[in-house]
């Protein structure tokens, strides 16, 4: 329990150092780069070690990522300078939602299939204004290490396809030490934080970014869904992915 409060000590100091700074570079009228850099320095203090394959776009880009922990947000954001897409309950989570807000999330209702249509107005306004963005299209950690179906309602966002804007999917590998940190069914947030933050030593998270897909030759929605799920598979290891080994 010592480590864990430890490392809940650093991100704290890490959120002391980074919020100050990310409040004058908004007073300049400037991209704010420290909510990445708070990102990676957390997902640190948690233990997580992230190597990068691949080059990530920084600009008018979805990235359609497998989830399986919150440490997902903290891997990705920490790689990539992008805004996240998050269920909206997240909104009213105090500090997490505060923090949320602080790196302009977009909030959805997953179960609102009326507010579909201007949820991914939202998603394609942030990418007419060459944002990053990123998308758990699973929608819940819940799978584990099974990758489970893209969800296409939010990939409505790109239809009608918008100029030199991307999807760019995402494998994210935590390998032997997913089983330990993964965030599935029931399990409370505070006790999937204290379990992951009491986890002595390190644990290593690979992104690979893969070849970005463009959304007008994906044809729709659906297409363009089952295509990103179809590359993060192929990207991770057959143990990782809800794949029969060969």
Not at 17 to 38: E, M, N, T
Not at 210 to 230: F, Q, T, V
Request: glycine fraction near 10%.
């Amino acid at each position: 329990m010592m480590l864990f409060y430890l490392r809940l000590a650093g991100i704290v100091a890490g959120l002391l150092f980074c919020v100050p700074l990310h409040y004058l570079w908004k007073l300049f009228g400037a991209r704010s780069i420290w909510p990445q850099v708070f990102l990676a320095y957390a997902g640190r203090c948690c233990g997580m070690r992230v190597s990068v394959e691949g080059v990530p776009l920084t600009s008018s880009v979805l990235f359609a990522a497998n989830h399986s922990t919150w440490l997902d947000i903290l891997a990705l954001g920490g790689a990539a300078p992008a805004i996240f897409v998050s269920r909206d309950d997240l909104e009213h989570w105090s500090v997490v939602g505060w923090l949320a807000d602080i790196n302009d999330t977009l909030y959805v209702a997953r179960h609102a299939r009326r507010e579909v249509h201007g949820q991914a107005d939202q998603i394609r306004r942030a990418l007419g204004e060459s944002r990053a963005v990123a998308l758990f299209p699973e929608g819940t950690t819940d799978g584990g290490g099974e990758i489970l179906p893209f969800r296409p309602s939010l990939f409505a966002s790109l239809y009608p396809p918008l100029a030199g804007v991307k999807v760019q999917p995402v494998a994210i590998d935590y390998g032997p030490a997913l089983p330990e940190i993964a965030w599935i069914g029931n399990e409370g947030t505070g006790a999937n934080a204290r379990k992951v933050m009491s986890r002595p030593g390190t644990f290593q998270a690979t992104l690979r970014f893969l070849e970005p897909i463009d959304p007008a030759a994906a044809g729709d929605r659906k297409r363009l869904a089952a295509r990103s799920r179809d590359a993060v598979v192929a990207a991770l290891p057959a143990s990782a992915s809800g794949r029969d080994p060969l």
